[in-house]
């Protein structure tokens, strides 16, 4: 309590110029007391003027006054020394390099905290005490202390710009627009910052909705990469189920050759071991019947011979002599054919029919190039079918077509005759009001708009060429951006569930790409927004 009443005290007793206890106090007309040596300072700097003022109310002398010494303040400002007051403040209250410094203060200057618009002056919290408290400042503009105040002050005639010139966009003083801006569209600051603020306001508006419509642009980039990190993980997951499922009916097949081919090993093998038994059972027989000839030719005895002879058995005639069986080798060349074949066929499969990298020149993309006709029972009324049914063109006073339940009744579209799956590429050649699609041939003809539109259903996905592209499916908008061409590629591996658009110039620019999985065929679509002339064609390359 005791150093709050000798702050109070102090502050009773400095000095509004230097801050510190009065030296030599002096009394001037208002009633404010100052250190003889600061307001003479003070005056002396308002001698190039034609009025001089009190630092504190700013009460104006239009000659300098003449000062009274307080006698009566002295002996108490030196008393007050004697109980051991500190006037000075603390370092950091001064303005130092960057700080903005109160106009006031003599000497070693204190930082500012206000700077007053109307008095065109900075002030630090003591010097600024009479804004608060006298009501000749009541109407005063305060701001936080800045460094361009005088900003504020026109060059020319010392006079605060208070007006505004819209001819040449800079602000004035009054004099200026009775000068070099006569006859200029001039108008009060203040009204120009009141159409200004509009404007401001209108341009964060803008800004904040832009920047909400980028974060719901990042939060669906963020959940389509969620998306295909999901797919591609399930995707690796079901591959390896799928593949390791395939290796073990491979493995199991092979087994079943295997043992099919030593079955038939075993039964040709022991159908040659029975031939050859019996072969064998018939050498050893003749062989035996030769030996009894033999004895019977070497006898000199002519009657035993002849009445032996007769008696001798009857030579049966020889089986046919068996031959290899063909049959069987053709069996094993058949089996190695087949299982061959099943490899070359299997090698087919996961090179080319499975293969998931993407073509990258156009060159490539031609590869896969798929002849395009469109079906004009699909087709809107206002489209003009030519070029053997590969081009449309917009015409609102078309000669309607029959009715068929395959065509689109409400809008400009139309569906390719034929579905694609595989790999498949195409290229279409547009006007500036055209845009892309692939669908479902089950997606609506009428009725609701979001279940026939292009993009809007989860039955078709769209990419719109108007102006800058956008990728529509299942009514969700995405803006792309990339390269203008009047020629967009679209690249389809059905298997994959890939689907990739691309600006075709000298390079191919990917704009958007889908990961997904397709349950019906696809048909190439196009669409027109309008005006009458308006084209879309399928190229032929």
């Known amino acids: 309590m005791a150093q709050q009443r000798n702050r109070a005290d102090e502050m009773k007793f400095s000095c509004s110029v230097c801050l510190d206890l009065l030296k030599d106090p002096v009394t001037i007309a208002c009633g ?27 009460h104006t002398f239009y000659t ?9 303040l002295a002996e108490l400002v030196e008393e007050l020394k004697k109980t051991g007051l500190q006037a000075p403040p603390a370092d950091h209250c001064y303005a130092g390099p960057g700080d903005v410094a109160c106009d006031v ?3 070693r200057k204190l930082k500012a905290s206000k700077s007053c618009l109307v008095c065109l002056a900075s002030y630090c919290d003591q010097h600024l005490q009479p804004h608060y408290e006298s009501p000749s400042f009541k109407k005063h503009k305060l701001v936080e202390a800045s460094v361009k105040l005088q900003e504020n002050i026109c060059s020319h005639h010392d006079k605060l710009k208070e007006i505004f010139c819209r001819t040449d966009q800079q602000c004035i003083c009054i004099l200026c627009s009775f000068d070099d801006h006569e006859g200029h569209d001039t108008v009060s600051a203040a009204a120009e910052r009141t159409e200004k603020q509009k404007e401001l306001s209108e341009s964060r508006q803008n800004i904040q909705q832009r920047v909400q419509n980028r974060e719901k642009d990042v939060k669906e980039l963020q959940e389509e990469m969620e998306t295909i990190n999901r797919s591609a993980d399930k995707a690796v997951d079901d591959s390896e189920k799928i593949f390791t499922e395939l290796i073990r009916l491979i493995k199991k097949r092979r087994s079943d050759v295997k043992q099919q081919i030593r079955s038939r090993q075993r039964t040709e093998v022991n159908r040659v071991k029975d031939l050859q038994e019996k072969l064998d059972q018939e050498i050893t027989e003749l062989k035996r019947k030769d030996a009894e000839l033999e004895k019977l030719s070497c006898t000199e005895d002519h009657t035993h011979f002849l009445q032996s002879y007769p008696s001798l058995p009857k030579l049966t005639e020889s089986t046919d002599s068996p031959r290899p069986n063909i049959y069987c080798l053709l069996y094993f060349e058949d089996v190695v054919a087949t299982v061959t074949a099943a490899r070359d066929e299997m090698h087919a499969i996961l090179i080319e029919t499975w293969s998931l990298s993407e073509p990258t020149t156009r060159a490539e993309f031609l590869r896969y190039s798929r002849e395009i006709t469109l079906d ?17 063109t917009f015409n609102d006073k078309n000669v309607p077509y029959p009715e068929h339940s395959d065509r689109f009744i409400y809008i400009s579209q139309v569906l390719s005759k034929d579905g694609l799956t595989g790999h498949c590429y195409w290229e279409v050649e547009m006007s500036r009001f055209a845009g892309v699609a692939v669908a479902y041939k089950s997606i609506s003809r009428s009725g609701d708009f979001n279940a026939y539109a292009f993009g809007y259903n989860k039955k078709s996905w769209a990419l719109d060429c108007f102006d800058v592209y956008n990728f ?6 995405l803006s792309i951006s990339g390269p203008k061409s009047s020629r967009i590629g679209v690249y389809l591996d059905h298997r994959a569930g890939v689907l990739s658009y691309y600006s075709v110039s000298e390079t191919m620019t990917l704009l958007h790409r889908v990961q997904t999985t397709f349950t019906e065929p696809l048909h190439a679509g196009l669409f027109l927004h309008g005006p009458d002339g308006d084209t879309a064609e399928v190229c032929t390359k």
Not at 64 to 72: F, S
Request: one cysteine or more; proline letters at 5%.
């Open 32 to 58: 404010h007391n100052y250190c003889k040596s600061c307001i003479q300072s003070h005056w002396d700097i308002e001698d190039q003027k034609t009025s001089y003022s009190c630092p504190q109310c700013r």
């Open 105 to 107: 203060c003599t000497g």
């Open 472 to 477: 529509m499916h299942d009514n969700h908008n």
């Open 376 to 392: 004009p029972n699909t087709a809107n009324m206002f489209l003009v079918l030519s070029e053997g049914n590969r081009k449309i």
């Open 64 to 72: 300098r006054p003449d000062l009274v010494k307080n006698t009566m």
